[in-house]
């Protein structure tokens, strides 16, 4: 760990070093001097959160999010009402691990209009609200690019995430800022502003946008890599009053291959180098 640099407010979420178990990633996370952890369901051994929770506040962590939770859309009503029991199990689970935030993918589905799709988005968060509320966990809601729009979701621009949000107008839900998804949005500035001005900004993910990229899921860049202008959507997000973590959240076939001691080394060079 370098003294000189500042990681208070780096995150990462277990997903980035997916070979680790999440006993090895809490190691090596605070080894390293990461002060956050974002978790994700698969990363729990046995599904026992509250040790989970135990032992990544041990290490000196503190966790940020848990995900993914949503999928609200199906045009079959009975798929759509498992998926609400589903999200319940998450926010009792993000609660048991002491997550602040539930991070939502709010699901799409090709075989229905995307007013539908989100129409149901809609109606699964009033479903959960009450229950987040009774559980203390924030619910986030993740526009994806919208490459992604087919089958994960129907929320493709902050604007619409901001949209429905503010349609709640509650303390426990807001979105989450993804520089992956959004980067390319010529409105980003005005909604991030947006939604810091409303106090709807509830997490921040940072990566790059490789080029070219060989997968659209799966080739995820570390910070600096790629096309992603950091520094001002950095700048956009601090002057909305954002003060939370930046979560590095990396899905990568190439940085999961390597080893991934030294693959955590890239990760605090790259954040040193492009996102201070």
């Known amino acids: 760990m370098d003294s000189s640099k500042d990681y208070s407010k780096l995150c990462i979420h277990t997903i980035t070093t997916k070979p680790w178990s999440l006993a090895e990633a809490v190691d090596n996370y605070a080894m390293a001097g990461v002060k956050g952890i974002t978790v994700w369901q698969n ?17 000196g962590l503190e966790i940020i999010s848990y995900c993914r ?14 998926a609400i029991e589903d999200n ?37 968060i009033e479903a959960l609200l009450p229950i987040a509320e009774n559980a203390g966990v924030k619910l986030a809601i993740e526009p994806l690019h919208p490459m ?24 426990w ?14 409105d980003l500035e005005k909604e991030i502003a947006r939604c810091g001005g409303n106090d709807n900004l509830l997490a921040y993910h940072i990566c790059d946008w490789k080029i070219p990229t060989t997968d659209l899921l799966l ?5 600096g890599e790629g096309c992603i202008p950091l520094q001002k959507i950095k700048n956009w997000v601090a002057s909305a009053g954002f003060d939370g973590y930046h979560e590095v959240e990396i899905f990568s076939n ?5 080893d991934q001691g030294a693959f955590l080394k890239k990760i605090m060079e790259a954040y040193d180098e492009h996102c201070l």
Request: proline letters at 4%; aromatic letters at 10%.
């Open 148 to 171: 992604y729009a087919d089958n994960r979701s129907a929320i493709n621009t902050l604007g619409q995430a901001n949209d429905m949000a503010e349609y709640f107008n509650s303390k």
């Open 69 to 82: 939770g949503g999928f609200f859309t199906e045009p079959d009503a009975e798929k759509r009402a498992h």
């Open 219 to 223: 080739d995820r860049g570390l910070m």
């Open 88 to 124: 319940k199990k998450m926010i009792a689970e993000a609660a048991a691990l002491g997550a602040p935030i539930l991070v939502l993918v709010c699901g799409s589905s090709p075989t229905q209009s995307m007013e539908d799709s989100r129409t149901q988005i809609k109606e699964g």
């Open 173 to 186: 839900v807001g979105v989450a800022v993804d520089v992956y998804h959004l980067w390319w949005d010529p």
């Open 254 to 258: 190439h940085y999961w291959q390597m």
């Open 43 to 59: 990363s729990v051994p046995d599904k026992n959160f509250e040790a989970a929770g135990k032992l990544i506040r041990s290490h």
